[in-house]
T-cell receptor, first 114, second 113 residues
Framework: GAGVSQSPSNKVTEKGKDVELRCDPI?????LYWYRQSLGQGLEFLIY????????KSGLPSDRFSAERTGGSVSTLTIQRTQQEDSAVYLC????????????FGQGTRLTVV | AQSVTQPDIHITVSEGASLELRCNYS??????LFWYVQSPGQGLQLLLK??????LVQGIKGFEAEFKRSQSSFNLRKPSVHWSDAAEYFC???????????FGKGTTLSVSS
C-alpha cells in the first residue's frame, strides 16, 4: 500500500482479555516501530524492529506486551490480560532507516479496555 | 538513557506572531533530530529533520529549526504563525541510524486571533 496501515482502527475489549493489533508497513521499509500515545504522555516507545537484527524491546512496559514481525513485513503487537491502563492509541511507523530517511506513521489503533 | 525534553507543555501565540518551541536531548554525540506535527484527528507528519551539515534546517509549512550542539537543543521556529498551525508538536531523537526513535512528550500550540 501507499502508507502504513493499522488494523483495527478501534478496539474495545474487556479487562483481562488478550488483544492483537496489526501493522502493515510501507513495502520495502526495513524498520518498524510501535508507540503508545496516551493523553499528556506523548509517544511512548514500545519496540523497534530493524531488518534481521534483534528487536529493541526496551520500551515494553510489562511482560504482558509482546510483538513480532513476520517475514520482515507485517507486525503484530499483542497485549495479554489487558488492564484499563492499557487504554491508549497504539501507533505503528516504518522507515528505511538509512541516511536522510523519516518514519512514516499509521493512523493508529484506539484501544479501550472496559 | 537517551531522553528528549520538551519543557513547554502548552503554548499560546497570537496569529502573526513568531513561535519558538524548545527541545533538548540528553545524548553526547550528534544524534538524528526530527520535529513532527500532529493536527487534531490527524496522523503524525514530519516537519523537518537534521542529520548533519548546516545547523539551520528548513522544513515544510514555513518552519525551521536550529541545532545547537553546545546546548543539546533543536528548537523549532516559525516567523509568523497561522491559525492552521494549532496542533501538537513532537521533537524526536535517534542516537544513530538504525536505532529507535525516541519522542518528547509534545508541546500543544494554540493560536489566538
Amino acid at each position: 500500500g501507499a502508507g502504513v496501515s493499522q488494523s483495527p482502527s478501534n478496539k474495545v475489549t474487556e479487562k483481562g482479555k488478550d488483544v492483537e493489533l496489526r501493522c502493515d508497513p510501507i513495502s520495502g521499509h526495513t524498520a518498524l516501530y510501535w508507540y503508545r500515545q496516551s493523553l499528556g504522555q506523548g509517544l511512548e516507545f514500545l519496540i523497534y524492529f530493524q531488518g534481521n537484527s534483534a528487536p529493541d524491546k526496551s520500551g515494553l512496559p510489562s511482560d504482558r506486551f509482546s510483538a513480532e514481525r513476520t517475514g520482515g513485513s507485517v507486525s503484530t503487537l499483542t497485549i495479554q490480560r489487558t488492564q484499563q491502563e492499557d487504554s491508549a492509541v497504539y501507533l505503528c511507523a516504518s522507515s528505511l532507516w538509512t541516511e536522510n530517511t523519516e518514519a512514516f506513521f499509521g493512523q493508529g489503533t484506539r484501544l479501550t479496555v472496559v | 538513557a537517551q531522553s528528549v525534553t520538551q519543557p513547554d507543555i502548552h503554548i499560546t501565540v497570537s496569529e502573526g506572531a513568531s513561535l519558538e518551541l524548545r527541545c533538548n536531548y540528553s545524548y553526547g554525540a550528534t544524534p538524528y533530530l526530527f520535529w513532527y506535527v500532529q493536527s487534531p484527528g490527524q496522523g503524525l507528519q514530519l516537519l523537518l529533520k537534521y542529520f548533519s551539515g548546516d545547523t539551520l534546517v528548513q522544513g515544510i509549512k514555513g518552519f525551521e529549526a536550529e541545532f545547537k550542539r553546545s546546548q543539546s537543543s533543536f528548537n523549532l521556529r516559525k516567523p509568523s504563525v497561522h491559525w492552521s498551525d494549532a496542533a501538537e508538536y513532537f521533537c524526536a531523537v535517534a542516537r544513530q541510524a538504525g536505532t529507535a526513535l525516541i519522542f518528547g512528550k509534545g508541546t500543544t500550540l494554540s493560536v489566538s486571533s
